[in-house]
Nanobody
Framework: QVQLVESGGGLVQTGGSLRLSCAASGTTLSDNAIAWYRQAPGNRRELVASIKIGGSRSYAGSVQGRFTISTNDAEDTVYLQMDSLKPEDTAVYYC???????????????WGQGTQVTVSS
């Protein structure tokens, strides 16, 4: 059974940085498609960043140039480095992995419990 545990969230001022971590067990992370999603109160869950099985990376337009997704395959951990944070980045951030690219964001993948990120103005 795949388990994902996120950490690294917290309260930060506008312009600050945070690094989220997601430790995976029960799977080899490099065999999966990987993504970070976020959901703010009253909003739909949105894709923030992803790494497809072939290795290609993509970002939401709102975070392009500010956020970086990366992995440590030896430790089966995925990171989301978030710089130049804005109040609109405030949300619960979720790690998601799936065996197939098109299962990202669906219930066919595995999800972490989420970590709260709050950016104060």
């Amino acid at each position: 059974q795949v388990q994902l545990v996120e950490s690294g969230g917290g309260l930060v001022q506008t312009g600050g940085s945070l690094r989220l971590s997601c430790a995976a067990s029960g799977t080899t992370l490099s065999d999966n498609a990987i993504a970070w999603y976020r959901q703010a109160p009253g909003n739909r869950r949105e894709l923030v960043a992803s790494i497809k099985i072939g290795g290609s990376r993509s970002y939401a337009g709102s975070v392009q140039g500010r956020f970086t997704i990366s992995t440590n395959d030896a430790e089966d951990t995925v990171y989301l480095q978030m710089d130049s944070l804005k109040p609109e980045d405030t949300a619960v951030y979720y790690c998601n992995v799936a065996w197939r690219d098109y299962d990202l964001g669906s219930n066919f993948g595995s999800w972490g419990q989420g970590t709260q990120v709050t950016v104060s103005s």
